[in-house]
């Protein structure tokens, strides 16, 4: 990865404070997903060179600005303008969001051809369109797989998540409807992560939302394109992956923060996933010593 690429996005970050970060960098936008702990940097004063769209916030995230706290609503784009500084109010919980940040540049251009108006951002709240998660998650699907042509194919994505938020900050209507069902499995959402190391149930997360366990399901794969187990599933070996960089973290107890029912549960998922087992995985960034103590 070209850090340089990295820092002209996110501005005056080191490597190790990535580490716990997955990072996902594009020829006009960078995403950075927090997905193994609290994002120390994101929780300093610091201020970036890019205009960042914050997605999917739970609700007791927040966002500090002009001394001043902005919640990172569910369902909502919280909007920060080039070098206007703030920072991430710590919370207990694991931090659970998509930080977006488009070249200033670039965003402005699209955003004039638009019809919109070149302003300055301060913590503004936007509808989000309600596709943007699954574009999202396709984008880091797409940049993952390294398959033929998907430099391609994220460069094309990358314009259509620019034009998506360019939309919602100049007030283009969305589907109120569906736009509530999204609140909804965000909610859903947020309730597998702050209780991501219990045992869940479908009806858990149904109930919580206070819909039927078949509605719910279809609600969830039409919104997210998966079905909300493997969602589950794909967020807890997301949360192991970063765990197992951690060299105080036991095999045992990274399945017993994920939620998993047992060390040999956890190996062939994480297998089936990243084609590799946790330990393998381990051992590339440090020497495995009674990692199952």
Do not use: W
């Not at 042509?149 to 938020?165: A, F, P, R, T």
């Not at 029912?261 to 946790?278: C, D, G, I, M, V």
Request: with cysteine; aromatic share 12%; charged share 25%.
């Amino acid at each position: 990865m070209n850090f340089s690429k990295v820092q002209s996005f996110f501005g005056n970050i080191t490597e190790k404070e990535l580490k716990l970060v997955d990072t996902y960098i594009g020829d006009k936008i960078g995403i950075f997903i927090p997905s193994g702990g609290i994002f120390e940097y994101a929780t300093g004063q610091h201020d970036i060179p890019s205009y960042l769209f914050c997605v999917n916030g739970h609700s007791s995230s927040y966002m500090s600005i002009d001394d001043r706290l902005y919640p990172m609503k569910a369902g909502q784009l919280l909007a920060i303008s080039p070098k206007v500084p703030h920072y991430e109010v710590p919370v207990d919980m694991q931090s659970r969001y998509y930080a977006i940040c488009i070249e200033e540049t670039y965003f402005e251009e699209v955003l004039t051809k638009c019809g919109g108006n070149i302003r300055e951002y301060r913590g503004e709240h936007f509808m989000m369109p309600s596709n943007l998660p699954y574009l999202i998650k396709e984008y880091v699907r797409e940049y993952d797989s390294r398959q033929c042509g998907y430099k391609d194919v994220c460069l094309s994505m990358e314009n259509i998540i620019i034009h998506q938020i360019i939309r919602a900050v100049t007030g283009e209507r969305t589907d109120k409807n569906h736009a509530n069902l999204r609140v909804e499995v965000e909610t859903a959402i947020d309730y597998m992560y702050q209780n991501l190391h219990n045992k869940i149930l479908l009806s858990d997360i149904a109930r919580d939302v206070q819909m039927s366990v078949s509605q719910f399901s279809k609600v969830f794969k039409e919104i997210m394109g998966t079905s909300p187990m493997e969602y589950l599933n794909d967020i807890r070996l997301e949360r192991a992956k970063r765990l197992l960089l951690e060299d105080d973290y036991t095999i045992t107890k990274i399945t017993q923060e994920c939620g998993f029912s047992s060390t040999s549960y956890l190996a062939a998922r994480f297998q089936k996933k990243y084609l590799t087992t946790p330990t393998e995985y381990r051992s590339r960034f440090m020497k495995p010593t009674n990692i199952y103590m």
